[in-house]
């Protein structure tokens, strides 16, 4: 996969159409965690410092094709111009009279920030004439926002079809060589650790990772449904019942190809969500009422000793309720592990990049992606419609 560089591209004095990924927790007008801002602040720098005139743009939320005043990106624009050290102007509009206006009076170093992409139902809807007016703004397009990239919308699939040379901005293509790199060329041992609620929403992935790891971690409210499926009574644990033959299934698919499957040997339970502390039981020890909520510590030290040993790991999803401090011990250990392992270790998905940022140990990561599911998608061998657009 070769995908065309906005280093490549010539932005001197022209308006270039930036897609980013600022879709970040806005409440009463400000700004929760502004990783995403700070992550995206060097793409329009560089940019800038190239004479370009750079008009932003991103969703924010789950809008529905009309505005609403809570996920408007004006909260946003002050924000992006602290990490970038210059003015943001905010656009109330996107492609209408007050946009193009907007866009006319700029000149090179100006930043412009439109309103959410969302706010029109032209963007999911990927629609050739919001796709016409969107790209009518600008003279050329860079695409920075890999967590969107699964997405054939507007500003991600449609808009890059109508620029001659459609680039990807550094963000996305430090996404992309990372995880070809596990999808790939993986070292071995290959490692991947895959939790979460749900075995649903991960089964494509976790097929297309069994059949190239040499380990499979399943931790979090799946690997319930392994343990059900493997006659362990889980109690009032969150199963997905349909799915037990399916999880039979790979439990076979990965003794025949002699990849090792990792499940939780003792587990932190309790009989309600809120519940002040848990208790460390055996995996088959689990009572009638009590709920799975956590991997206990002889868990936490197999997965450790796993990590240490492998050559390339990939982790999605956390190993219990993590947003409940009781419950969140496990996935943090996973996260200490991984800045521990001498090999080359990506995270993907919300919860677990919290956790790494959490344990303070990003920076000794190899990867931090900042697509869930994307980056799911993309391991499974899917293509996707952002990165395929930019494709030389």
């Known amino acids: 996969m070769t995908l065309r560089s906005m280093d490549r591209l010539e932005v001197g004095g022209r308006r270039v159409l930036l897609r980013l990924d600022l879709n970040v927790p806005v409440k009463n007008g400000t700004v929760g965690d502004p990783t995403r801002i700070r992550e995206a602040a060097p793409t329009v720098r560089a ?32 924000v992006l111009a602290e ?19 907007a866009v006319a009076q700029a ?44 997405r054939a919308h507007a500003s991600t699939a449609g808009v890059a079809a109508l620029f001659a040379e459609p680039a990807a901005g550094p963000l996305m293509a430090r996404e992309i060589a990372a995880l070809s790199r596990v999808r790939d060329t993986p070292e ?27 380990a499979i971690v399943l931790v979090g409210g799946m690997a319930n449904t392994f343990l059900l499926a493997g006659g362990v ?19 076979v698919r990965a003794r025949a190809r002699n990849a090792r499957v990792v499940l939780p040997t003792d587990v932190v339970v309790a009989t309600a969500l809120d519940a002040p502390e848990g208790r460390v039981v055996s ?64 995270v993907g998905g919300g919860e677990s990049v919290a956790a790494v940022q959490q344990a303070g140990v990003a920076a000794h990561l190899g990867h931090v992606s900042t697509g869930g599911g994307a980056s799911l998608e993309f391991l499974a061998g899917d293509r996707l419609p952002g990165v395929a657009a930019l494709e030389v």
């Not at 929403?201 to 990772?209: D, V």
């Not at 990590?307 to 990939?314: Q, S």
Request: glycine share 10%; aromatic share 6%; proline share 6%.
């Open 47 to 78: 940019l800038l410092d190239r004479g370009a005139i750079v008009i932003a743009c991103s969703h924010l939320g789950r809008a529905k094709g009309r505005p609403d005043p809570t996920l408007s990106l004006a909260p946003v624009a002050g």
């Open 107 to 150: 000149h090179p170093g100006d930043v412009l920030l439109l309103e959410n992409l969302r706010f029109d139902a032209g963007e999911e809807g990927n629609d050739p004439a919001f796709c016409e007016r969107l790209a009518a703004l600008a003279d050329c397009y860079v695409n920075d926002a890999f967590g969107t990239a699964h």
């Open 283 to 346: 995996a088959t020890a689990v009572g009638a009422d009590d709920m799975i909520l956590d991997i206990g510590p002889e868990t936490r030290a197999v997965i450790a000793g796993v990590i240490a040993t492998a050559r390339t790991v990939f982790w999605n999803g956390p190993a219990g309720v993590f947003e409940k401090a009781p419950f969140a011990a496990g996935t943090l250990a996973i996260a200490t592990a991984l800045a521990r392992c001498p090999g080359f270790t990506v």
């Open 83 to 101: 990490f970038i050290g210059r003015p943001v102007r905010f656009v109330p509009d996107l492609v209408g009279d007050v946009a193009r206006a």
């Open 233 to 251: 009574a889980v109690g009032h644990s969150l199963v997905e019942a349909d799915l037990l033959d399916t999880a039979r299934d790979i439990l």
């Open 188 to 214: 071995h041992p290959f490692v991947a650790i895959v939790g979460g609620a749900k075995i649903s929403g991960k089964l494509e992935t976790l097929l297309a990772l069994l059949g190239r790891a040499d």
